[in-house]
């Protein structure tokens, strides 16, 4: 049989009487918007996180799209990034009418450089927005610092790294906002579109809340211009039981990455993650650089081994960012890891077997 690169399939089988109840009894309550789903999933989700607020909501997006909302960002602002993420990071940057100023990656990490955000700060500058790529948080204590200093807010993309510790503390409870996605494929995944926002400013909580459900107040008074930001309680229910899994599914990935990092060791044409020594990565993603990228990954593909590319080209670089005026070079470690960076198959259902073959035929290609 093929190997999966993630395989759902066999993580619903792991949970199905479990998912397949909870699913039913949202059929039969009818209560398919807001309710008690969503009520225990928010609190399930507090209590992991350590966030005072958790908002369920409808994506990673438009988690990410309230959180600037909420902290009212609009034209003539300008928000710090990385150019190494996936378009929904600056994408809502752009939507909402503000300008996405790019910093360059650090080589190792592949995270926002927090050395560099200072230089790229002006009196027009709002909000940074770090992302924790692959699972693994930036250098959040310096990216707050520079942030106090210059009296910005920090939103932390965590659409990756739901899960993950940076100095004891969890992912999505770092900054101002954190803001995480439950897509399917995601380290804590629903079956659909979903996502989180957590704060511990309770007005800022308040109004990500009235936002996301077309800014009301209280039935038919609205006092913002909102969107339709919810979650529903399917995707709630779906949650909650792979909640009560999650920490298993996590030691199962970082014993998956760590066999993987003893595996490829050797190959010398392989560079495998680097995770700094005070933080985790829930391997969102597990990524390797490789000179001859296409070779390998059309090389592993014929031995039945599925690969992908997060990213192959920076944001900088896309044509819906041509109106920000970069050009090829301006963010030369970015672009240099785009053209390298390839995903080898991660999740917590990954068998020994099949990951042997996967590096094996990394080790033949690399002799
Ligand atoms: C997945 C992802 C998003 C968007 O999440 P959706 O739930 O798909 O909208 C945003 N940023 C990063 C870094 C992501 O990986």
Not at 42 to 59: D, K, Q, R
Not at 88 to 103: D, N, P, Q
Not at 143 to 153: D, M, P, T, W
Not at 263 to 275: E, K, Q, R, S, W
Request: proline share 3%.
């Amino acid at each position: 049989m093929a190997i999966n690169f993630i395989d759902l399939q066999a993580q619903y089988r792991a949970y199905k009487e479990e998912i397949d109840r909870e699913i039913l009894e949202v059929c039969e309550s009818a209560q398919f918007i807001g309710g008690p789903k969503i009520a225990a999933l928010e609190n399930a989700l507090s209590l992991y996180t350590g966030a005072a607020h958790a908002i369920a909501c409808s994506s990673g997006t438009d988690a990410l799209l309230l959180a600037l909302m909420a902290l009212g960002i609009g034209s003539g602002d300008e928000v710090i990034t990385t150019p190494f993420t996936f378009i929904a990071t600056a994408e809502v940057i752009a939507f909402l009418g503000a300008k996405s100023v790019f910093v360059d990656i650090e080589e190792k990490t592949y995270n926002i450089d927090a050395h560099k955000i200072e230089a790229a700060i002006t009196e027009r500058t709002k909000v940074i927005i770090p992302v924790a790529l692959y699972g693994q948080c930036a250098d959040m204590d310096a990216i707050n610092a520079v942030a106090a200093k210059h009296g910005l807010s920090v939103i932390e993309d965590a659409c990756q790294s739901f899960g993950a510790t940076y100095k004891g503390k969890k992912s999505c409870n770092l900054s101002t906002i954190g803001c995480t996605s439950f897509f399917p494929s995601k380290p804590l995944g629903c079956y659909g579109d979903g996502g989180a926002i957590f704060t511990h400013d309770d007005e800022l909580a308040q109004k990500m809340r009235m936002l996301l459900n077309h800014g009301q107040n209280a039935r038919y008074k609205h006092r913002y211009i909102g969107i339709n930001g919810r979650l529903d309680a399917i995707q709630a229910a779906v949650l909650s039981v792979k909640l009560k899994h999650f920490d298993h599914e996590l030691a199962l990935r970082q014993k998956i990455a760590a066999r993987y990092d003893d595996g490829l060791f050797t190959c010398n044409n392989v560079a495998t993650p680097y995770i700094k020594a005070d933080r985790d990565s829930v391997y969102a993603q597990y990524s390797i650089r490789v000179k001859d990228r296409d070779n390998v990954a059309a090389a592993l593909s014929a031995r039945g081994i599925p690969t992908a590319v997060h990213y192959p080209m920076a944001l900088h670089l896309q044509e819906a960012f041509a109106p920000l005026g970069y050009k090829a070079g301006d963010f030369p470690i970015s672009e240099k890891i785009s053209e390298e960076i390839m995903s080898l198959p991660m999740s917590p259902f990954l068998s020994h077997d099949d990951q042997e073959q996967i590096i094996a035929a990394l080790k033949a290609l690399h002799a």
